[in-house]
């Protein structure tokens, strides 16, 4: 129910900039934790990212315009000799825009996040073997109260995306912010 209510909040939005945090496990393997300055704009759907960290992809850049380029991406590495070189347009799901990416591009930002997650719940719920908990004001992340929901799948599973899930949301924006 509350993800359902936030479709609606988040398509009101019509641009934000954030930190993103990502940390992804792709093929197996836990990926270095990276930073990236992102902004994000619904309408058309454009995302601009500038990678803080680590030091091997800082300052590259990447910027995504739906209904440019020829459906591409424009990436600029920011770093090593690549970095004297253009600019390169690639497919968002190409094998060079997805290397080290469990996602492409255009499945970035809080409307997909949410919307997906809606889409896990109730396709795995479906086995009745999922569990939702709601801890209300249950953290603080940087000062700000946080309730937790947490999704269990009480068996791991390969069929399930997950075993456990924790999402925190802020409690006076109301968005996911972990």
Known sequence: ????????????????????IKEERVHGRLLPEQQIAMKLRHEPFSVYLRFL????????????????????????????????????PLAPDSSLAMKDQKYPLTDIGLLTLVNKFIETCERESKSHECEVRCYPSYVKLDGRPCTCLMVVHPLFREEFMFHVAYVYIDDEWGIPVR
């Open 1 to 20: 129910r509350w993800a359902q209510g936030e479709v609606v909040r988040l398509e009101e939005i019509k641009d934000y900039s954030a930190v993103l």
């Open 53 to 88: 960290g680590p030091q091997d992809v800082q300052d590259r850049e990447v910027l995504y315009v739906d209904g440019a380029n020829d459906g591409n991406l424009i990436a600029h590495e920011g770093r090593g000799l690549l970095s004297l070189g253009p600019s390169v």
